[in-house]
Every structure is written in C-alpha cells, then in structure tokens.
C-alpha cells in the first residue's frame, strides 16, 4: 500500500483489520484501524465495531470517497465487512454479497458465524 495506489484508485478512506500493519499512514486518507480482532471468534466478539465499520463504508461513500477494506490475508475480515455492507445497506443476503464478491475475488471467505450473528441485529433493527 503506498500512496501512489490511493490516488490512482482513487481511495479516500481505508479500514485496517489488521494488528500488524500501519495505519494513519498519509494525511490526505481517512483511517478507520480496528485492531486486536483476529479469527472468526475474535469478528463474532466485536459486532459493534464491525457495524462501525460497515457504516464508516456507507458515510465514505456517500461523501464521494472510495473505500479500502484490508486484512493482512484479504480474505476473511476485510470480506466479512463487504459483505455486512451489501447485506445492511443493499439488502442482499450474506450468500448473495459474498457470491458477487467471489466474482472478482475468488479466495473470498468471511465468517460466516459472524455474519449469521449481524443479520440477527439487522433483522431486530428493521
């Protein structure tokens, strides 16, 4: 990740699930670093900061700003949180998001437990 990338991509805002990269790296990119979550037990354990995150996506985008979700392997927290936001703001089901995200990247595993944990928030906040 370097600042070349952001800007080329046009990423104004990153989501670090990941203890052991840097975080609040360049001043012109809004940072969101959720740290000390690792596994799925840990993603289960941190529901509102998962939500936090998933809203901290819809208020970037919604600003014009493109988000960068990033875990150290990009496939399990960073995909768990792309999925939460198709299913919270889309209205997709978790099978559905995480099928669509397979489209362009195939290695995509999220937790599941945790999904199936949020959708049971979302479903009592509806």
């Given at each position: 990740?370097n600042q070349?990338?952001?800007?080329?991509?046009?990423?104004?805002?990153?989501?670090?699930?990941s203890?052991?990269?840097?975080?609040n790296?360049?001043?012109d990119?809004?940072?969101?670093?959720?740290?000390?979550?690792?596994?799925?037990?840990?993603?289960?354990?941190h529901?509102?900061?998962?939500?936090?995150?998933?809203?901290?996506?819809?208020?970037?985008?919604?600003?014009?700003?493109?988000?960068?979700?990033?875990?150290?392997?990009?496939?399990?927290?960073?995909?768990?949180?792309?999925?939460?936001?198709?299913?919270?703001?889309?209205?997709?089901g978790?099978t559905?998001?995480?099928?669509?995200?397979?489209?362009?990247?195939?290695q995509?595993?999220?937790?599941?437990?945790?999904?199936?944990?949020?959708?049971k928030?979302?479903?009592?906040?509806?």
């Open positions: 990740m070349e990338f952001f800007h080329k991509n046009g990423v104004t805002h990153v989501i670090n699930w203890s052991s990269a840097r975080c790296v360049f001043d990119i809004e940072y969101l670093c959720m740290s000390g979550i690792r596994g799925h037990t840990g993603m289960l354990r529901l509102d900061d998962l939500d936090k995150a998933v809203d901290f996506v819809e208020n970037a985008r919604q600003a014009g700003g493109r988000v960068l979700s990033h875990c150290w392997y990009g496939k399990n927290r960073s995909v768990t949180l792309i999925v939460a936001y198709l299913m919270k703001y889309e209205g997709m978790a559905e998001a995480n099928n669509l995200i397979k489209e362009t990247r195939p995509a595993k999220p937790y599941w437990d945790t999904l199936e944990e949020y959708a928030r979302l479903k009592k906040l509806s």
